[in-house]
């Protein structure tokens, strides 16, 4: 073989040598999902028992909304930010309530949030009077793949023969604490909530305990809701 022949594959090889040196890190990213930039949609239609009164003072009627909390949450239960919140329960505003408000309404979210404090107010806003839409602000860190979104619902007040005014305080039946499967990625993706259990009567936990034994109209304050998960424009 004369010299010229020989050169050939010395040549290849430092053009190989030299374009991973200028690249280290492309083997590294392959096949590494990018993060996803997209935000979600939040809907709820009211349902039968969404809307009641109360009596005060002997004669005042007061209007009694549910309080709603809604946020995202890795597989494995890490919480990852709010996507909406009632502004009675994110600024604690009840009425005769304690300076700490009232955790048990919306044990659940009370809880898990504190884990990681953020501009809650960019995401409350009032009761809505009926059916409602809420778009978060845009998630543009988040990982292709599965992720939970939690709602948890509660309306004050909200007594039957288990919850009574004599065992259940304010409350009467616990927050119903509903769950949506959501996939994150490319494309735009819907999930539907379900109920899976009711969040603690006296606020103190994060627990959401399995089952809706003894839950009745509790259950009729939204009649359905889903999360969209959709791209950024």
């Not at 430092?14 to 990018?34: D, E, M, T, W």
């Not at 700490?100 to 809880?111: F, K, N, Q, S």
């Not at 409602?132 to 988040?142: A, N, R, V």
């Not at 990625?185 to 959401?208: C, K, L, M, Q, R």
Request: aromatic share 10%; charged share 15%.
């Amino acid at each position: 073989m004369n010299s010229r022949h020989r050169s050939i594959p010395v040549l290849a090889t430092a053009i190989c040598i030299a374009f991973l040196a200028l690249s280290p890190n492309l083997f590294a990213q392959a096949g590494k999902p990018s993060k996803s930039g997209g935000l979600f949609i939040l809907k709820i239609a009211a349902g039968a028992d969404y809307f009641a009164t109360t009596t005060i003072l002997l004669f005042i009627k007061v209007p009694l909304y549910p309080q709603i909390a809604c946020w995202i949450e890795t597989e494995d239960g890490y919480y990852i930010d709010t996507i909406y919140v009632t502004s009675k329960a994110a600024k604690r505003n009840f009425l005769f309530a304690r300076a700490i408000g009232r955790p048990e309404a919306l044990p659940v979210w009370y809880h898990v949030q504190r884990s990681k404090p953020s501009n809650i107010d960019a995401v409350t806003s009032a009761t809505s009077a009926s059916s409602s839409e809420h778009k978060s602000q845009s998630f543009d860190q988040l990982m292709p793949g599965r992720y939970f979104a939690m709602l948890e619902v509660n309306r004050s007040y909200d007594y039957n023969d288990q919850y009574t005014k004599a065992n259940s305080g304010v409350n009467g039946q616990p927050s119903i604490i509903y769950r949506a499967e959501i996939e994150v990625g490319n494309t735009a993706s819907t999930g539907e909530f379900v109920p899976i259990g009711v969040g603690s009567t006296n606020g103190s936990d994060s627990h959401i305990i399995p089952g809706l034994r003894g839950i009745t109209t509790a259950l009729r304050l939204i009649d359905k809701a889903e999360i969209k998960y959709v791209i950024s424009q």
